[in-house]
């Protein structure tokens, strides 16, 4: 069996002395430097490059150019992206860059001052075209950004069901809003970096923070025009993901840059290292995107009907756009069970940065527009956002939009009801304006932005709550597995267990956890396991770290691999070996017409409540307290558990509060840490209680589900409530920012 | 981004500080704590041929009064010390009081007080507090020295009337009337950065509770540290009352400053903060008076 323990980090002693290769550390002798040279055009055709002036800067090695990429288009939903964007490449659309951030040329050279001072020497000759900044501008299809698809319409979703006319027909009350969610920046604490090389077995190999080798390597390959195993992808450690390494950054350029110079006999490692600018230019953001819903509800609560309309930014590129609006789609209507809905969802490609994965995947905008309704129709009613929720949540046996029933182990109303508890947040109280008057037992929460006291006259205290359900794993028939391998050392005993796995550790924990169950599993002490981690050349294919799948996938994988290799030390293998490979209950794709599928084969459950402070004058938001129910169904590792619920609340903090990327026509007007500002240690929540739930999933290994993205989702929609509670007025748009708060609230006045 | 290459001379005297810039002229910039210094550098936003670092120069890290009671500062007085100085907490409050605001310890700890005021930077606490205390500069080169008041140095952007050869050397700070209260408020989107807005105010006040002096300056609100003189002197003469305060602070936002919107938030949004703040930071300097 598998006891909850708060091992410590394995990762941990090496990070805090340094001793840890992030793979910006890693310097071989003969190392070679390359810079990725960006096009920084939103929309232009390239007419001309000329680079005989950067090629005749001293130490310059290579100038790799469209005209070098193999198959010059790779991607995560299909090949649509050039590697290089220029001309003389198999690709006919790879002359046009339809985003700042595509890349024109790799320069590699003897040191990066080199390799920099070439960079600034390339010529190109650009044709403008025009720059669709806008969904709006984008739907037009005037101008067709993606040529190959035909529209700027990238993916659409729909859901029908019931009846609406009679869903309207019943409803005592109808809610219509719109709702604007805005980009976020994962901000990982290390930007992209990576280094390129021939192995001793010849293979191109790249050493790259990412969070899926095997796919890393699949798209190497593929733009290579390489067999996979002529590909090798190793993960050192990793600085943080949160989504924002799933797709390729620098995998593909260091591989060719490899390739190339191997072919050109010279074998030396490359390595480049982008900066904070180069990294918020080059990776994906948190899709904006703008939500018009309607909801219908019986005086007593009970919803009658949802109609929305979602629109999503997914920038120039799919990226992973398709199956973010796939969760977006289904998490509008939020955890309840909805009789008849009617939605229609979109991607739509700009020439913006590319949306693309972000904890939450889409779900964080659809429970922002859902979880708003469901507090805006709790105030309209009278009735406690605790009470609402109780009556329209998920239970066995509801169907969701997509009129099939979640898998057994639903536990949003006691999620709900635990968070409210642990809040103290019981309904008899609740009196639906609960800071609108002003503070007596006044105590400045503003002390580290502001030096006086402020005016006790002009705070206001509010409290909101809010619940989300999230999907553990892939989606909508996505092929969905995960395979491990142990192997059983010793002869009389167990002396020592290996696992092999390709899981990448971005920071969450996850080489912790899996060495947790593979003791667990094998039934020895964690002292005996060994990782051989995160090596295409060693472990067998992961799937990526997303999703929240990996605790829930690995764990089951392992257990799977456990046995095997049980069942072959039983019978004197020596070392006993187990591969396995778990593959969950199937998923199905939206139907076309009315959306009916059967989308995810589990999911995890989570509640937020909130307590804050507004100063009305200045426009400043406290947030005192956050109380997070989650439920993780069992806690392997309670320890790292609390970590991802105080660092998804931190990071969601900072999406309803605080960050702000401004993008206007294409371009990025704030890529620097000190212009797009992420929450400090002194602006955070001062308390997150994380309430730690262990209902099982059946499926689960050990009752396990997936949980490090489910703390993101309510927080931005329960400080909104609050916001309401505290002032009366509700927010449609985030972040809250002191201007945009007072000047909502002077609207009012 | 790392610096463009530069000279670096690290002299051990003031006279050879000083004989360094006037070789050096124009292409030289004393560097200080670094704080400014450095970034800019490193941004290649500046771009000396010679650094001539102060760090090494005895003699300029005193904190000392004269009979008059004026406070003195050595320009490399660090900020880490102003805010926990005795005698600054004791006679210049105001000081005290907006230290903490400046970026984090860490840069606290290096930052110096005469380089906060060199760099000249309109959202920078220091110089709209040495501008609302009537503070005065010493101005040193090898031909000679010179005091210029602290709102006379401020010309416009990161830009003051010290020469190529001149060196900040001394702060003056004169003791305040008596009578006087002070306060310094501001908001920042995010703790340790830059203030959206933040205003200073010195009233006087005399035994009947009549006003009869007052300073208002503002942070971020114009090229140099903005003085709302107009407003200010609608107080004079009038008791403390919350109807004066609200006409004093709409007039010195509406008319007095110049803040430009940018990524944080509107320049409406920045007016309407400094009224407010102004408001605080009045009810705050008349209680403060009335003690
Ligand atoms: C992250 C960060 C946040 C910050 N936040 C704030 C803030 O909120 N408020 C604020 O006010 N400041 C802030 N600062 C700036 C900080 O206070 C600096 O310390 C200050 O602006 C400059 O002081 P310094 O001693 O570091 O000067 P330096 O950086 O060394 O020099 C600054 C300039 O002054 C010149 N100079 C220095 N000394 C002399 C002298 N004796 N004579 C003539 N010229 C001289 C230099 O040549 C240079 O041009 C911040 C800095 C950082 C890095």
New interface residues.
């Given amino acids: 069996m598998l006891k909850s323990q708060s091992v410590y980090r394995i990762d941990a002693p090496g990070k805090v002395t340094g001793e840890t290769m992030y793979a910006g550390d890693i310097t071989p002798d003969n190392l070679l430097h390359g810079k990725v040279v960006f096009s920084n055009q939103p929309h232009a055709r390239m007419i001309a490059m000329d680079t005989s002036a950067a090629e005749a800067v001293p130490g310059v090695v290579a100038i790799l150019t469209a005209k070098d990429v193999p198959m010059n288009g790779y991607g995560l939903s299909g090949p649509d992206q050039p590697v290089l964007v220029g001309l003389g490449s198999s690709n006919p659309h790879a002359d046009i860059s339809r985003w700042e951030g595509d890349h024109v040329a790799i320069v590699i050279a003897e040191t990066e001052t080199a390799a920099a001072q070439a960079r600034s020497l390339i010529q190109i000759e650009w044709e403008q075209l025009p720059i669709i900044g806008s969904m709006e501008e984008a739907l037009k299809d005037a101008v067709i950004i993606q040529p190959w698809h035909g529209s700027n319409v990238l993916k659409k979703y729909q859901i029908r069901k019931g009846d609406m006319a009679a869903g309207w027909d019943e409803a005592d009350i109808i809610l219509e809003s719109t709702y604007h969610l805005p980009y976020q920046e994962h901000a990982f604490l290390q930007p992209e970096a990576g280094i390129g090389y021939i192995d001793d077995k010849g293979r191109v190999t790249v050493e790259v923070g990412g969070q899926w080798a095997h796919e890393d390597r699949e798209q190497v390959a593929h733009s290579l025009a390489l067999p996979e195993e002529q590909v090798r992808i190793i993960y050192p450690a990793i600085g943080g993901a949160f989504g924002g390494k799933e797709d390729m950054s620098l995998q593909i350029v260091l591989g060719l840059a490899a390739m190339r110079l191997h072919e050109r006999g010279i074998n030396r490692p490359v390595r480049i290292i982008w900066?904070r600018e180069e990294s918020i230019f080059g990776h994906h953001k948190r899709h904006q995107a703008t939500v018009y819903t309607k909801w219908g509800a019986t005086k007593e609560g009970k919803i009658t009907a949802v109609s929305a309309t979602v629109h999503m930014d997914s920038g120039a590129y799919a990226y992973t756009s398709p199956k973010v609006l796939g969760n977006f789609h289904l998490m509008v209507t939020g955890p309840y069970e909805i009789p008849n809905a009617h939605i229609d969802s979109y991607a739509i490609t700009t020439n913006n940065v590319p949306g693309g994965a972000f904890r939450g995947f889409g779900g964080p905008q659809g429970a922002f527009a859902a979880e708003t309704q469901m507090n805006k129709l709790a105030e309209a009613l009278g009735i406690s956002p605790v009470d609402i929720r109780l009556k329209n949540v998920l239970r066995e046996g509801s169907l969701l939009t997509v009129q099939t029933p979640p898998p057994p182990g639903i536990s949003m109303a006691e999620v709900v009801e635990r968070c409210a508890q642990e809040a103290g947040w019981n309904s008899e109280q609740y009196s639906g304006n609960g800071g609108q008057s002003p503070i007596s037992n006044f105590r400045s929460p503003f002390n580290?932005?502001?030096?006086?006291p402020?005016?006790p006259q002009t705070l206001r205290k509010g409290r909101g709550i809010a619940c989300s359900f999230k999907n553990v794993g892939f989606s909508f028939g996505a092929p969905e597995n995960c395979e491990a391998i142990i192997e059983i050392h010793g002869t009389a005993e167990i002396e020592r267990v290996v696992l092999r796995h390709a899981a990448a550790d971005v920071g969450q924990g996850t080489h912790t956890a899996l060495k947790q169950m593979a003791a667990a599993a094998v039934g020895v002490d964690m002292n005996l396991v060994e990782l051989d981690m995160s090596d295409t050349a060693t472990s067998r294919n992961s799937g990526s770290v997303s999703a929240s799948r990996m605790t829930f996938m690995a764990g089951n994988a392992i257990r799977g691999a456990a046995e095997a290799a049980l069942t072959a030390w039983a019978s004197e293998d020596r070392p006993a070996i187990g591969h396995y490979k778990y593959i969950p209950p199937g998923t199905e794709p939206y139907d076309a017409e009315t959306g009916v599928c059967m989308p995810n084969f589990s999911y995890g459950y989570v509640a937020e409540a909130v307590e804050l402070t507004v100063d009305i004058?200045?426009?400043?938001i406290y947030v005192e307290k956050v109380v997070c129910a989650n439920d993780v169904g069992k806690a392997i590792n309670p320890m790292l558990i609390e970590g991802q619920i105080e660092g998804a609340v931190v990071q969601a903090h900072g999406y309803a509060l605080?960050e702000?990327l401004?993008v206007k026509d294409g371009r990025i007007?704030?890529p620097y840490l000190s212009?797009y500002?992420i929450?400090?240690i002194?602006?955070v929540p001062e308390i997150v209680q994380s309430v730690i739930m262990e209902v099982p999933d059946p499926i689960g290994p050990w009752g396990a589900r997936g949980m490090a993205e489910m703390p993101f989702l309510p927080l931005a929609p329960a400080i909104v409530a609050a916001v309401h509670d505290a002032t009366g007025v509700w927010f449609d748009e985030i972040p809250l920012?002191?201007?945009r708060v007072?000047?909502k609230l002077?609207e009012k006045d | 981004m790392k610096p463009a290459p530069f000279e670096y001379v690290a002299p051990d005297s003031l006279d050879g500080a000083l004989a360094a810039m006037q070789q050096h002229g124009f292409d030289a910039k004393p560097l200080a704590g670094g704080q400014s210094l450095v970034p800019v550098m490193n941004f290649r936003l500046a771009q000396p041929g010679v650094l001539i670092d102060l760090n090494g120069v005895p003699g300029l890290d005193g904190i000392w009064q004269t009979s008059d009671g004026t406070l003195h500062f050595g320009s490399m007085v660090r900020q880490s010390r102003l805010e926990r100085d005795p005698l600054v907490a004791q006679h210049q409050p105001l000081l005290a009081e907006a230290l903490p605001h400046i970026a984090h310890p860490q840069i606290r700890n290096r930052g110096t007080f005469g380089g906060s005021l060199a760099h000249a930077d309109p959202a920078a606490e220091l110089p709209l507090i040495c501008v609302a205390l009537n503070g005065r500069i010493k101005l040193q080169s090898t031909t000679g020295e010179r005091w210029i008041a602290a709102r006379d140095f401020y010309t416009s952007l990161f830009t003051t009337d010290i020469g190529d050869e001149e060196l900040l050397v001394e702060i003056a700070l004169p003791p305040l009337p008596a009578g006087t209260g002070t306060a310094f408020t501001e908001m920042a989107r995010r703790h340790g950065d830059y203030a959206l807005s933040g205003v200073a105010a010195v009233v006087t006040v005399d035994g009947s509770g009549v006003c009869t002096a007052a300073r208002l300056v503002y942070l971020n609100a114009g090229e140099v540290p903005m003085v709302a003189e107009q407003a200010a002197q609608m107080l004079v003469g009038e008791r403390p009352s919350e109807e004066i305060w609200l006409e004093t602070a709409v007039a010195a936002s509406q008319n007095e400053i110049d803040p430009r919107g940018d990524i944080h938030a509107t320049a409406d949004y920045k007016r309407h903060l400094a009224k407010v703040l102004t408001i605080r930071a009045l009810k705050q300097a008349f209680a403060r008076a009335g003690n």
């Fill in positions: 900066t580290s932005i502001q030096s006086l402020g005016n004058e200045t426009g400043h605080m702000n401004v007007l704030n212009q500002l929450p400090g002194k602006d920012t002191p201007s007072v000047a002077r």
